[in-house]
């Protein structure tokens, strides 16, 4: 895979068929990493511009959803044969979006820096927050992802811990060893979350389904 080069990726997502785009906030951009006959190493080009792309992730549709911090919305698109960006829609009016991740249900969460994490449906119809929902108290909510189980994970930054929220019950405090700043987070299979903890610049790897049992 070509080293990025022009631009300073932010966060990063994948498809199911492989296709790999980087949210480059520095510049503005999202990228696409896109092989040709020409150049099969590969080579990144610009399927969208935004002001101040941060948070990426592909729902269960196949669409792209990028944060943009400071106008305070989500876009939503797909792309093309060519990587041309398609059906574009926006979700407005939250306040420093920074993180998103599919949600159950087809839906999505945002991550709202020193604030909340919103919930909105399939149809990018608001579900309420997290906090108002729970009465969880967030210090900065970070990466987010949704389980197997629909249950939905948050990273807390300024706290220093991971919370997962069940469809049923009140929140729990995952208890994660060695965690010092978590940032990004993915569900992996059979129970087992990753977390990028920007405080020893590691990859961690929890097996958290047990300790719920």
């Not at 911090?69 to 939250?94: D, K, N, Q, R």
């Not at 994490?117 to 987010?144: I, K, M």
């Not at 299979?189 to 610049?201: F, I, K, R, T, Y």
């Not at 590691?202 to 719920?212: A, R, T």
């Amino acid at each position: 895979m070509p080293t990025t080069g022009t631009f300073v990726p932010e966060d990063v997502a994948v498809t199911a068929s492989g296709l790999v785009v980087v949210s480059d906030l520095i510049h503005g951009a999202v990228c696409a990493l896109q092989y040709t006959s020409r150049e099969p190493q590969g080579r990144w080009v610009t399927v969208g511009t935004f002001l101040s792309p941060r948070g990426l992730t592909v729902d269960a549709f196949g669409h792209f959803l990028v944060t943009d911090y400071l106008p305070g919305t989500v876009h939503s698109f797909m792309l093309g044969p060519t990587l041309e960006p398609l059906a574009p829609t926006s979700i407005l009016g939250l306040e420093g979006p920074c993180w998103v991740g599919p949600g159950p249900d087809g839906g999505l969460a945002v991550s709202e820096e020193f604030g909340d994490v919103q919930l909105f449906g399939s149809a990018h119809q608001p579900l309420g927050s997290l906090g108002t929902l729970t009465g969880h108290s967030f210090g900065h909510p970070a990466g987010v992802c949704a389980d197997s189980q629909g249950s939905i994970i948050v990273a807390d930054e300024q706290k220093h811990q991971v919370t997962l929220f069940p469809r049923v019950g009140p929140p729990i405090c995952l208890q994660l060893e060695g965690l010092q700043r978590p940032l990004g987070m993915a569900c992996a299979p059979q129970g087992q979350l990753v977390v990028a903890d920007a405080g020893d610049n590691c990859i961690k790897v929890y097996q958290y389904l047990g300790e719920m049992a």
